[in-house]
């Protein structure tokens, strides 16, 4: 640690600090995370008056066009509050995202030339460190619950391993995968052979980790990951002998994990099942169905900052009360009290006594067989007010596609300056490519868990990338 704060002045050792501290707290709780984004915009607004006196980084300042670019997402959903009804909710919503205003504008004022490849390493390791911290609390927990209270092993998967305090796995496995990167990258640049080994025993400890919590996206993507780490070695730093033995253990660790931890594979055959399913369907292709119809109606400027959660909302029953008219009120009754009784998921036997009490009602059978469950799925996205589960399409129907512009532009700005630098960082890549991905599946940036997370990871990466070494210096 002192390495690491050496020669470093006052504001700059506290902000330093800070960036550790949140990247450590982001796996654990998104209030101690969103108290850290209070204490890093404090510390750098004090190191700006009394530190830097309001000189700024001459490196910083030739990329504030992207950092206004940036900053500029917050400000549509500031400027989404004109035409919004729901203001409460709209000022909610402003006041959540305001992690594109405040990290863009950190990154950009606050003198950040003291953050060298070690230290941007440490904030790093911090994050791994507080992902392997979060893992084993819950999992020596389950380990006692199994041995000592007679736990199940179903007790080691999923919400189930999380008893301490549940963050949502999806989440977490997007912390656990940027994790993985930093350790792959420092595995192979690393020269300190006792951090090299770290670097491996962490990664195991987080593929392990990504297993357990079985989010179907994260380990759809842990095994694109393999996929892109597998690539980096053979066609980007030419290890053609490495490339080749790593990608044999990349297909070894699949196969063991196919057949070890079954329970985990069969969230991801299950959903496909589901959906190919004549029968059945997943609950987030049923969500699109059901606001398909508001994202239609109002794509160029969206229904406003405040009203996205009414409007789908509204679009839902639309969708439900065509349901309704196909399989009859009479039918929809009986359904609603087996729902109301036990659960939203699908399920083969209810399926067998609906249809039975559809012949007594004189209705088709076969249409409640085929409508079934996609009316248990948009009761359930009513019921609980469930989001599109798209940040992409979220946003459209927020403040439109000026909005989503806005948010491209996080994924095609580094691009543009990767192509200008004729340089190429596989971390960032593999950030923003896992952004993206979880981002079709999850609305990421709905909730502070995900905002704070990439918001800082993306303002620091984007640092080490574009302004650390004097690249664009470099090319001019």
């Known amino acids: ?64 066009w992207a950092y206004i670019i940036f900053a500029l997402t917050w400000c549509m959903y500031l400027i989404g509050m004109l035409w ?91 912390y ?14 690393d020269s300190n052979r006792k951090v090299k080994i770290i670097n491996v025993i962490a990664y195991i400890i987080l ?60 969230r991801i055959t299950d959903t496909v099942a589901n959906i190919v399913s004549k029968h059945s369907s997943d609950h987030r292709l049923v969500q699109f169905k059901g606001y398909r119809k508001v994202l239609k109606e109002n794509w160029l400027f969206g229904v406003g900052t405040g009203d996205r959660t009414d409007a789908v909302q509204a679009s839902y029953q639309d969708y439900k009360a065509n349901i309704v008219e196909i399989i009859t009120p009479e039918m929809t009754a009986v359904i609603d009290k087996v729902i109301d009784d036990k659960w939203y998921e699908p399920d083969e036997n209810m399926r067998n006594d609906m249809m039975k009490e559809a012949e007594k009602h004189g209705v088709n059978p076969e249409i409640i067989s085929t409508y079934l469950v996609e009316y248990q799925f948009i009761r359930f996205a009513i019921d609980f007010e469930i989001n599109a589960h798209n940040m992409f399409f979220d946003t459209i129907i927020s403040i439109g596609i000026i909005g989503l512009l806005l948010l491209l532009a996080y994924f095609v700005i580094p691009l543009v300056l990767w192509i200008k630098t004729k340089r190429f960082d596989m971390l960032y890549c593999s950030f923003l490519l896992m952004i993206g991905f979880n981002a079709l599946f999850e609305s990421v940036f709905e909730v502070q868990m995900g905002i704070i997370f990439f918001c800082f990871f993306n303002a620091l990466l984007f640092r080490e990338n574009f302004v650390s070494g004097n690249l664009l210096k470099a090319k001019e």
């Open 1 to 64: 640690m002192d390495c690491i704060l050496r020669g470093l002045k006052p504001f700059q050792k506290a902000e330093m600090l800070i960036m550790m501290a949140l990247a450590f707290v982001i796996p654990f709780n998104w209030l101690a995370a969103q108290y850290g984004e209070a204490a890093l915009l404090l510390c750098a607004v004090l190191k700006v008056i009394f530190e830097q006196k309001f000189h700024f980084n001459e490196q910083q300042m030739k990329l504030k």
């Open 207 to 266: 593929v392990f980790f990504i297993i357990l919590i079985r989010s179907r996206a994260g380990l759809i993507w842990l095994v694109l990951t393999f996929l892109l780490q597998w690539i980096w070695l053979l066609f980007i730093m030419k290890k053609k002998k490495l490339g080749l033995i790593l990608g044999g253990v990349f297909v070894f660790v699949i196969a063991g994990v196919c057949v070890a931890v079954p329970q985990s594979v069969s």
């Open 84 to 174: 919004t009804q729901n203001t409460s909710f709209g000022w909610a919503q402003v006041s959540k995202k305001l992690g594109f205003l405040i990290f863009p504008m950190i990154f950009l004022f606050s003198d950040m030339s003291y953050l060298t490849k070690e230290r941007f390493k440490t904030i790093g390791y911090a994050l791994i460190l507080g992902c392997i911290l979060f893992f084993f609390m819950h999992f020596f927990y389950a380990i006692y619950d199994v041995l000592f209270n007679g736990a199940p092993t179903s007790r080691f998967f999923d919400e189930n391993l999380m008893k301490l305090y549940y963050v949502h796995h999806s989440y977490l496995s997007m």
């Open 176 to 189: 656990a995968s940027l994790g993985l990167m930093f350790c792959f990258i420092g595995i192979f640049e």
